[in-house]
């Protein structure tokens, strides 16, 4: 079967909103629902004027253009999540350009500076673990809180809630208690979602991408997309990472399965969308992370990373 992300048209005159679509997995987002023809508001804090705490070169604007480099129609609209006048007036606006929106990623983030990992919660720094709490569940409250009555004007609508983990593996302590928090909080609120969205023909699901190549992620490596192998020494298990690209094309996927609404309420990833709606990743590859870590890291297995690719 050929990738839906893939088959040209298949969101010509949909609607999406990326909140949270600088860079990553929410550029990735963009760019692929974009490639199959939607229209997409990519938003966030890092613009061409000025960048937001998280202090990387990328910028909406440059998601926006990488939207419509591959067929769609992208839109950049500064927007701070934790404002609710700027929430807003964004839905406002894309409710008097295009009278609709067929989905929503809440993909806003920007937290890992605030980690402090293997620190228990009476010697973390405080304002940066309720910090992290703010942008992983208060700015994705506020963003379906304004933009879901738009989305339920038609059925069929989709709000994927982005977050690192899926359930299972979240069951795992994540090493800091407000970094564990602020992932699974999304879980949580797609599980909400999907029995709100329900009676109006709308579905919820969240989704995780795998151990992800982010830009930041190769600067810590010190790698690029072309040389990220050579960060294995440093870190075996980085040899089952998946480029952006895939999360891309599972929303992309999901966003075009007219039987999306058997996904309501799911904790999903990237890897086992691939093998359910047949694409592959930028390199060809099918990498499978939580599946690798399940077997492998957690349950001992004898195999290799590439057995999971």
């Not at 579905?203 to 190769?218: D, H, V």
């Not at 298990?237 to 599972?250: D, K, M, Q, T, Y």
């Amino acid at each position: 079967m050929q990738s839906l992300s893939a088959q040209a048209g298949d969101l010509t005159g949909r609607i999406a909103l990326v909140a949270g679509a600088t860079r990553g997995a929410g550029r990735a987002m963009a760019v692929e629902l974009g490639r199959a023809g939607a229209t997409v508001y990519v938003t966030g804090r890092s613009t061409r004027a000025g960048r937001s705490e998280v202090n990387r070169p990328e910028t909406i604007e440059d998601t926006a253009e990488l939207v419509t480099a591959a067929g769609g129609t992208g839109i950049a609209v500064p927007t701070d999540h934790l404002e609710r006048e700027a929430v807003k007036a964004l839905v406002e606006r894309i409710d008097e350009e295009q009278g609709r929106l067929d989905v929503l990623v809440n993909d806003v983030w920007g937290g890992d500076h605030l980690i402090e990992f293997d620190t228990k919660v009476w010697d973390v720094d405080l304002d940066k673990g309720l910090r992290m709490l703010r942008l992983s569940v208060e700015t994705h409250a506020i963003t379906s809180h304004y933009a879901l009555p738009l989305l339920i004007r038609r059925p069929g609508g989709l709000v994927i809630e982005v977050t690192d983990g899926t359930a299972e593996f979240n069951k795992t302590y994540r090493g800091n208690l407000f970094f564990d928090l602020a992932k699974n909080a999304p879980i949580r609120m797609a599980y909400g979602l999907a029995q709100e969205l329900k009676e109006h023909g709308g579905t919820a699901l969240s989704i995780t991408p795998g151990f992800l190549r982010s830009e930041e992620m190769l600067d810590h490596f010190g790698v690029t997309e072309a040389t990220w192998r050579d960060a294995i020494e440093k870190s075996p298990h980085f040899a089952i990472a998946e480029s952006p690209v895939l999360i891309g094309r599972a929303v992309a996927a999901l966003a075009a399965d007219p039987d999306k609404a058997r996904w309501n309420g799911a904790s999903l990833s990237s890897g086992e969308l691939a093998k359910v709606y047949d694409f592959d990743d930028a390199d060809g590859s099918r990498p499978d992370c939580f599946a690798y870590f399940k077997d492998v890291v957690f349950g001992g297995k004898e195999a290799s990373a590439e057995d999971y690719r």
